[in-house]
């Protein structure tokens, strides 16, 4: 779960029972990680009972009051400082947490309700979050809008007290298990085209909410393509000011990028963990001794433990009160190209059985989807691409990318 600022520095806690509370809670509801856990799960399937796995989980942690660590204690969180969740953090790396459906709710859509929220919003969907009883999903991309999500076209036009919602998403994970989502739409299409747009809560189960899954190449069918036919949306619905969507956007999209680089330590596992698959292939292949197979083990794991430390200063950032900046786009790059060269070497290990192995064999069928798989962590929150162009233009100091629409009404761009 992603750290977020607190009202309450409920620093009363004593932080070794609270080590010990964890451990004690995670013995009992969590499973301790085998050797071959390390496999990243994106767009992997969530199954019914995954899905009430994850559910009971949560509810479990919400009453051991572990969940929700950093929100604010008004609106069902533990209002404790961010170090809190750094020994979480520390203590869950030895299991396997059944709570992947709610990355995207506390990682990004939460906290942009809390900073961007109403009272009243805040008093209604936090708490239920954080019990886990209402899943989130981010609807900002579209068929003509990824990495410049700006460009989007999805409307959404004042009636009364309501908006009507018209358009489509694409690539919205878990929306067919959601029960919110945060969506982004046009509001003012006189307006530049980051000025016109803004965000709400919407119910994922209104009238006029179609979702259609989308088959990826792992065989998995997590993300949605979903449609807006005349969906009416209660004003009250509304993050930040009409117009605000952008700068709301921008909590959403900073903190997916934390999310998904610095998202979760495994900084107390065993140090050769992330390697683990690895080892195991090169032991059953009798390769250990391979000078050239010891020297890209020693590669990968050197990246790793390089991009634990990387997470580590961005935690550390975030938990002294401060907003993290390009960081947040080193982590998620690096994290997509260690992705892609775990990909590789766990199939030259793995040799002829990385793509035809026994019915069964899942150590072998492994790099195989791992290579199906990785591709995903570089466009998933941004592609590499853009990422490169942040470092680039914020930690290099290179010239801004030549933007020709940027102060044209969005009614008078030409659409293809
Ligand atoms: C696993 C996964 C989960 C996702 N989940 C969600 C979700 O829950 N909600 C959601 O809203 N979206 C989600 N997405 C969508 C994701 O945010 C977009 O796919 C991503 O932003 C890229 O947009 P695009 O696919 O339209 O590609 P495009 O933006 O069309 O890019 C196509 C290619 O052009 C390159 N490119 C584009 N612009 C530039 C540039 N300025 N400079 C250099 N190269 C450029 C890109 O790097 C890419 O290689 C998910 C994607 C994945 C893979």
Request: glycine share 10%; hydrophobic share 40%; proline share 6%.
């Amino acid at each position: 779960m992603t750290v977020t600022s607190t009202d309450h520095d409920n620093t009363a806690v004593d932080e070794d029972g609270f080590r010990t509370r964890i451990r004690e809670f995670l013995d009992n509801h969590a499973s301790r990680r085998a050797a071959d856990d390390e496999l990243s799960d994106i767009g992997g399937p969530v199954p019914g009972q995954a899905l009430a796995a994850a559910r009971a989980y949560q509810a479990a942690l919400y009453e051991a009051g572990l969940a929700a660590l950093t929100w604010p204690q008004e609106y069902g969180g533990q209002g404790l400082p961010s170090r809190y969740q750094t020994i979480f953090n520390e203590e869950a790396a030895d299991f396997v947490i059944p709570d992947g459906i709610y990355t995207i709710g506390f990682g990004m859509c939460i906290p942009t309700v809390l900073a961007h929220g109403s009272e009243a919003n805040k008093q209604r969907y936090v708490r239920p979050a954080a019990r886990g009883e209402e899943v989130w999903c981010q609807l900002f991309s579209e068929p003509a809008a990824g990495s410049d999500v700006a460009s989007l076209r999805s409307t959404a036009v004042r009636d009364g007290d309501e908006w009507i919602l018209n358009g489509q998403k694409v690539w919205t994970s878990g929306a067919h298990y959601c029960q919110y989502g945060i969506v982004l739409a046009r509001t003012d299409p006189d307006q530049p085209k980051h000025k016109g747009l803004s965000m709400f809560v919407m119910d994922m189960r209104a009238p006029g909410v179609t979702i259609r899954p989308l088959r990826q190449m792992n065989g998995s069918a997590n993300f949605n393509e979903v449609f807006f036919d005349s969906v009416r949306v209660p004003a009250d619905q509304i993050l930040g000011e009409p117009g605000e969507g952008w700068r709301v956007a921008l909590t959403t999209l900073m903190n997916e990028r934390v999310a998904i680089g610095a998202g979760r330590s495994t900084e107390k596992t065993s140090p050769l963990t992330p390697i683990a698959l690895h080892l195991e292939l090169a032991h059953r292949r009798g390769l250990v001794d391979d000078p050239l197979v010891r020297q890209d083990l020693a590669d990968l794991l050197i990246r790793y433990w390089v991009l634990d430390m990387v997470g580590l200063r961005i935690r550390g950032a975030v938990a002294a009160g401060r907003v993290p900046g390009p960081e947040g786009s080193v982590a998620k790059l690096s994290g997509a190209l260690l992705n892609r060269r775990a990909a590789d070497v766990a199939c030259r290990l793995a040799g002829p059985a990385a793509t035809a192995w026994s019915e069964g064999d899942n150590e072998a069928q492994r790099p195989n989807q791992m290579v199906l798989v990785a591709p995903a962590a570089g466009i998933a929150g941004g592609t590499n691409e853009v990422m490169r162009n942040i470092l680039g233009e914020r930690v290099l100091g290179l010239p801004k990318e030549p933007s020709v629409d940027r102060d044209i009404p969005f009614r008078d761009l030409p659409h293809s």
